[in-house]
């Protein structure tokens, strides 16, 4: 690893070594998890580039391959799972000034991966009505390119299931880190190769993205007594097709009470709370819907409502937001994200919250998974040691709730702990020397690993 | 019933009294089924009124409802139960000069019942690239009152569910036909009130309804050499949420073969024939998915290909389209509506052909039902007599296939075969002297009609 080496043949590049501003730029929101923070706090880059065309991303990765320094690419840093952070230090390429939309068309969009999602939408829905079909919760601040490579799925999944599905993406371009940088386009099946790869093996120069229609969304609160009912209220809502929506979120009590500053005056400790994103043309037949139920009560819609202080949009309060907002409040709260599937997956939840008790507070998406309509929990877990997070986890899986472990900086730990040959295939084409964000792919660093504990990179270099 | 005076009275409106003309407008397309062809053949208004406005409606209201002259009202008459046909004579109010639009909005249309469906979309798609969500496979020829009226669903309803489902109507205005008649809206659970009632409890003159994005739809087939594995992969591919679509048709061979005639170069004997619209942003999700079975061919896709003569939309060779393709080669054939639903709905289909043998030929449409992927069965029968129809009827359900019976031409016959309160109380209301469409609804002739038997109207006039 030749850093100064490095530094210096990019010397005409957008390049940021100012130590405090690296280590900025050097994390992401890891600090979610006790269990991250304590094992990537002080991990840091030498230096940052941010390339401001394709042409010097490849300039970057060939003086990198040539020089041996790690490039661990980042978009906004919004991820949770460490996905951005440089663990052997080098460069870390920064994305932000590629940042250009190359084609908006009907339900399509050619756009560098720097752009920022919330700029992204409000170019398409000028330009077309436009927007994207899935965003994070944080599309405020994420990066397009940060959502494809570190996240999954999110706000929309209701209707449009998860990245990775056939159709959710069209086209990847990505420039590969060889002695000679080549260019490459990924469609297809071949789309699985470098999605989700955290930067692995591949830096992402190009997306295409199908677009669906921009409503001016209505932003929805519902109030209920009761937390079963409610989450069986949300899912039977989630199944009107006829109701065009882009989210459907429950938080148990006392999540809305006690987290939720805006909410304080409007619900109470005892109200689990229902936030949704439902079309205009829709609130009629999602209000007719809701009629059904006499238990839940309506107490904010962003079309009409009298709140003194806004509480801002529906999905700041879903996905990752409800812990952000959460962790504000009890700094020794963390999270899990749990797959609830298959028949009866709603009594799954109830089997679950009867085992814990106040340990969990549930937080549930709806989403959809190969047309069925399953949900995601982002459970609140009020954290006490490492090994009582492992013994949670362990009995959720044993209850036959699988996790997605948000306390893993490694793809495999944090997906469905499998090998994934054809990302690994992939990097031993495009990355023969490992420096592209290296300790995330443990089928890289250790092929044996058999996932029993936690994965530590050898490699890890913290200040 | 005092034609005469009626007659007189309206003369300064759009009549029509010419007897070809009137015999024409008192038809539908009744006659693909041979047991409504013998029941209602020779049924014949007196006279056709064609209202510009919703005060011409008013009036012809109140003057009918003066004279005691029955009103039946139709749109473009493509429904296949007789829904628009006068059994006992008197005014055929036909509602072609109404078809105005009111307002197009992001997602919403407010229009007049008598605008053809083609043309909607049309003027949608040129004012801000919108379209309905469903259509039926007549969309060249019918109105959209007649699809509210008298229909339920259709083409998009793969993604969208169908009309009576929350959301996929908004609002629709009426006319009563009472001594003075009142115009009332209709939203949230009352629509059930008048929605599909045929105007047996109501004359519509303005609908709003929901709009979806108007893609370049892709219209595609594909073969595949076995109809079990065939409908499988059509059901696999209808779950991919990813994947924009609006149509979802099998037909069992030799469908394609024997009744589509600009199929005959391209098909064998013994190709079940996959019919698909795919948005162009998702052609690529589409084929990639299609790739998994190595025995599916595509065959047609309408952005490129060297077929000299083009077939024409996907969607004219779904839903009812099939049926009449098949009956204008073979006139013997007649069709049924069977509902497959539930585990397993597909091994069910299966069984049915396994019985049946080749009296029956498989056509299945898919579509949503409370967010589950259910398909709709358009059987083409081998017709030989009513006693044998009866028969097959009643051997689908015994197998545990629902019929939406189309060999009969009252409401509740054509639907779950359950009296309709709602409807029926409103026709109370509405309708008091009964001068509305009658002879289509029993619980108004016959409340304690048992259902056994067809229901034959007392009142029926034929010439």
């Known amino acids: 690893m030749n850093i100064d080496a490095a530094k210096a043949a990019l010397a005409h590049l957008d390049i940021d070594d100012n130590p405090p501003s690296v280590k900025a730029k050097s994390r992401d929101f890891f600090w979610y998890s006790p269990v991250l923070k304590d094992r990537l706090d002080g991990v840091c880059a030498d230096f940052v580039v941010m390339p401001r065309s394709q042409d010097e991303v490849i300039e970057v990765l060939r003086i990198c391959h040539a020089h041996d320094v790690p490039v661990t690419v980042r978009g906004a840093g919004t991820g949770n799972y460490g996905q951005a952070m440089p663990l052997k230090g080098g460069c870390i390429l920064h994305m932000q000034n590629m940042n250009k939309i190359h084609e908006i068309a009907p339900g399509r969009i050619v756009v560098e991966p720097g752009l920022v999602i919330r700029d992204l939408d409000r170019q398409t829905r000028a330009h077309s009505g436009q927007e994207l079909r899935m965003t994070p919760s944080t599309a405020a601040t994420a990066t397009i390119g940060g959502f494809i490579c570190g996240g999954s799925g999110g706000v929309g999944s209701v209707r449009w299931g998860v990245l990775r599905d056939y159709g959710n993406i069209i086209r990847i371009r990505v420039v590969t880190a060889e002695a000679e940088p080549r260019v490459l386009d990924f469609t297809g099946e071949d789309l699985a190769r470098v999605s989700h790869a955290y930067g692995t093996n591949g830096i992402v120069t190009e997306i295409e993205l199908p677009l669906a229609p921009a409503y001016d969304w209505v932003h929805v609160f519902v109030t209920h007594p009761d937390f079963a009912k409610a989450s069986r209220l949300a899912h039977q809502i989630s199944l009107q097709d006829g109701i065009a929506m882009k989210l459907d979120t429950v938080c148990e009590a006392p999540i809305a009470a006690r987290y939720f500053q805006r909410f304080k005056d409007h619900v109470s400790e005892t109200d689990s709370v229902i936030a949704l994103m439902i079309a205009p043309q829709s609130m009629d037949g999602f ?107 362990q009995i959720h899986e044993d209850m036959g709730c699988m996790i997605f472990n948000p306390h893993r900086y490694t793809l495999e730990e944090g997906g469905r702990q499998i090998v994934d040959d054809r990302q690994l295939n992939f990097k031993r084409e495009a990355d023969p020397k490992g420096i592209l964000n290296p300790g995330k792919m443990i089928a890289w660093e250790d092929p044996n690993w058999d996932f029993k504990t936690m994965y530590a990179y050898p490699g890890l270099r913290r200040a």
């Open 287 to 393: 209000l007719t819907f809701l009629g059904h139920d006499p238990e839940a009560k309506l107490i904010y819609r962003s079309d009409a409502n009298d709140w003194p202080r806004d509480p801002g949009p529906a999905y700041e309060y879903g996905w990752n937001h409800t812990t952000l907002r959460a962790l504000k409040v009890e700094p020794e709260i963390t999270y899990l994200q749990v797959r609830y599937a298959g028949e009866g997956f709603l009594d799954k939840i109830d089997a679950i919250r009867a085992h814990f008790g106040d340990e969990l507070i549930q937080h549930i998406e709806f989403l959809k998974e190969n047309g069925v309509m399953t949900a995601a929990g982002l459970t609140l877990v009020r954290f006490t040691t490492e090994e009582r997070l492992n013994e949670i986890v």
